[in-house]
């Protein structure tokens, strides 16, 4: 018995499939109880392999670890060897871009350097969740200052985006606030707006920039390529939030954008729309447009319309006309000012002298249902042509077209590129209405009407233009407005652009003559300054209405001239549209160019003359 | 009776490694700025090593055979302590595990698991005889069945999973019956799908069946749930045959992985050190969990060959589940890769079990016939 149950666990202890030959029967826990005792001792290594079906189990642990292992040696080879590259490919369509590096635009400048629009940094507001210490009592200092609410931040605050953008273009006030928390996890970020510190001033030249970056209207977006510069392209690395992480090597550096200096001053500019704004409530006008040009280089020194708006709020403006910049986008029937271009034709061609003389008897027959009348219905009598631009007779103007036929009379508007855009540095000019003989639209009613400035439509900048070539000595300019472009530290100055001679020397003195002595006592005289010899010509112009004809009591009061008159420094145009108070451009508009030459004449020292013709 | 020449150094050398690549790995993540993983984390961690290693030496001198006495108390002492979590726990990703020690967090959940090896070691080594009768196997339920419930109530799945795993190791090396467990296997997936609408019922639980809903389609919510799932599998990819060598693992490195330092850093690792790498980190543990096994086999009693083999279980599974949830092959539960995620309570425990470890195979009898 003895002897047996040593043998029997001895061979158990060598396989089991010796003990299953041995012992018939699945020894079960009960019949192993009742097994006697025996008084071996036993030792314990052998006595666990008492239950032998234990013996396997190590072995399902084995096949477990290896089919485990294997498992994640398969994925392994999967993910890092087989599909590797796409994945990489995925990973770097999440992480890795090209940066676009924002150049920052050019700033304009007016000719004495002060800032008319700049970019200033605002800020935005990030959150990077991860560093922040305390959620809730962040949000709830956070939230005030934002604006927020505080669920939704603190709900942002412990989810799981690892950076957020709270809030773009804080105001100082609001950053100031954020900077004097100085919760960790809470920072700054900044972000460049366009500026434009001189508010309304200037803002139908300037225009403004979009959301977009993009200039529209005026110089930002006649010069937004120059302006806006070239964006860099750099690679970088992002993270979840899309925000760039490192910078890598640049595949284009930035180029940022050039300067503008302008050849408007900023005083000048200011004295020019105070008088607009007088002007118009004075005479209760819908609106108007001044300009001041340099004649010898068509140098724009100001430029102003009303109504107008403030670039730095655009978004507010309702009606998007305001944007429109009427002294080059605008075209208006010009009036008795193109008088000049018509005595300046008959000049040059010699069909007319400034003592030529006719008999104004106020009517000037044309075709049986069109007749030229004076604009007060009667005639002057005798008068010679400085008379004529004196008085403003429409009948004097007729006579002279007639004299110089029509071939004539339009080689000299031709000339004077009306019909054609200037070419001024500034967006959308319209090219003003020039119906010409041959067109569909012309009749010689159009020779004898062009004659006194109506059936026809100019812009304010070509007709200051026009002008300009008579104060000129008879050369057309192009005008600009943009004196100086500064890229990199260096300056390109803009040279004035001369379109060559329209009339001779002598003609535009001897009209500049005519203009001068017509002047006093004349239509223009309320524009005179005593001591200046001040050359103007009034206009007062119907306005077309858009049902055909013209719209009754309603005109265009405008004078333009130039000053002093034998070395001229400015010309002016001043636009008065739809004045209540009178029709007349002497009595609404030549006020206006009385006191713009007196504080031009004061701001650039323009002394007066003991021999003015106006004493 | 000690053999201190039986001390075994791989088992003390392969975890002190993988403990310092563990620390490596944590401060080069706490170097990237965006990873949310400041200096502190290697540095606690190298702290709670060092706490982990003393227990170690501690246990490894310790009488293991005297833990058979302390097991139960111990084992009681681990459920209060899980019982004060659920009361007053520190929460943290909408999961009550933590209770503030000050210094050290403490998470419960983590000794409860060694502390579950130690008893149920006890109670299948006392019941050798009885093993293979029903009524041991339905008993030896409750000292799984009760931590388990107060695991699942924090709410952690995966700490579940890996007391249910030790359970399994032990009943399986003690020799319960196959048919036993067979028919406890059928009564659990018998229950699966009555827990499974348990769980969409009650909100504590829902976020168990997202996990499990975005194991099976990762793309169903590709920036909530599934997002870790799909950016490991990215992580990893990218890693390719050689890795991106650490300092350069870019999708580690710019925050595109969460809990980068604790369920993730397997992910975070593959990508540094790319397939050679992974393969190389592979064997290592092959070898640490085969020198575990080797305890198993050189015990000189039942109850340190249940010890080894419950601790074997723990970790295997354990480290199994961490990269097979790495790689896509496992339901992300929180399961931390043994001694290399970071987590005070968890590498304390893992080097406390090799003391233990230790402690057999110092006491371990030489196998001796019996005179005569």
Known sequence: MLESGVSQTKSRGRSSATRTKSVPARPVGRKRSQRPKTTVVRPRALERTQAPARESRPLVVLIFMVFAASALMARLVFWQVMQHSALTRRANVEHAGLYVQPPSRGLIYDSSGVQLATDVTQNQVYAFPRQI??????????????????????????????????????????????????????????????????????????????????????????????????????????????????????????????????TLDRTVQGLVEDELHKAIKVHHADGGTILVMEPSTGAVLGMASAPSFNPNTYGTVRDSSLFVNPAVQSQYEPGSTFKIITMAAGLDSHVITPTTSFDDTGSFYVTHDYTVHNWNMSGFGIENMTQVLQHSANVGASWVAQQLGTDRFYRYVKAFQFGHPTGIDLANEAPGTLPLPGDRVWTIDNLYANSYGQGLAVTPIQMIRAVAAVANGGMLVKPHIVKAMEYNGVVHPIQPVSLGRVISRQTARTLTNMLVHSAVGGEAAAALIKGYNIAAKTGTANIPSPTGGYIPGATIASIVGFAPAFHPRFVVLVILRHPRDTLYGSIAAAPVMHDLFGELFMHYNVPPIANAVNK | MKHWRNFDFQLLGIPAGLVMFGVFVLFAIS??????????????????????????????????????????????????????????????????????????????????????VLALAKYFADRERTIESGSTVMLSLFFVLIPVAMVLAQPDLGTSAVLVAIWIGIALMAGVRLKHMAILGAVCAAALP????????????????????????????????????????????????????????????????????????????????????????????????????????????????????GILSMLMFQTFVNIGMNLGLMPVTGIPLPLISYGGSSIITTLASFGILQSILLRHQKLVFAPG
């Open chain 1, 133 to 262: 210490k305390d959620a809730r009592k962040t949000a709830n200092l956070v939230a005030p200052v934002l604006k927020l609410s505080f669920t939704r931040l603190l709900d942002l605050f412990t989810g799981d985006n690892p950076s957020l953008l709270l809030a773009s273009n804080v105001p100082k006030s609001v950053s100031q606030k954020i900077i004097d928390l100085s919760l960790p996890g809470i920072v700054l970020g900044p972000q460049i707006k366009r500026y434009y510190p001189q508010g309304t001033v200037a803002s139908q030249i300037l225009g403004f920039v979009d959301t977009a970056n993009a200039g529209q209207y005026g110089l930002e977006q006649y010069y937004n390529s120059y302006l806006s510069g070239h964006a860099g392209v750099r690679s970088v690395l992002r993270d979840t939030a899309g925000n760039n992480i490192q910078v890598g090597t640049s595949a284009s550096p930035s180029h940022n954008g050039g300067n503008l200096q302008l």
């Open chain 2, 31 to 116: 170097r990237w700025p965006t990873s949310g993983v400041t200096i502190s984390t290697p540095l606690h961690q190298a702290l709670y090593a060092s706490f982990g290693l003393a227990l170690m030496l501690f246990l490894t001198n310790f009488d293991y055979r005297l833990l058979r006495s302390l097991a139960y108390p111990l084992f009681a002492g681990s459920l209060m302590l899980l019982g004060v979590v659920l009361a007053l726990g520190h929460s943290a990703n909408g999961a009550q595990r933590w209770i503030n020690l000050g210094i050290l967090p403490l998470q419960p959940s983590e000794p409860a698991k060694l502390l579950l």
């Open chain 2, 194 to 309: 009555l827990a499974w609408i348990g769980m969409g019922h009650v909100k504590r639980f829902q976020y168990m069946q997202t996990r499990l809903t975005i194991f099976l389609n990762p793309q169903q919510d590709p920036l909530g749930a599934g997002y870790n799932v799909i950016h490991s599998q990215i992580t990893v990819g990218s890693g390719g045959f050689l890795g991106q060598h650490f300092q350069q693992g870019t999708q580690s490195q710019l925050g595109l992985l969460r809990v980068e330092d604790k369920d993730f850093i397997f992910s975070v690792i593959a990508e540094q050190i790319g397939f050679v790498g992974v393969l190389v980190l592979f064997a290592v543990f092959v070898v640490l969990l085969m020198r575990i096994a080797r305890v198993s086999f050189m015990s000189g009693d039942s109850y340190g060959r249940l010890l080894a083999s």
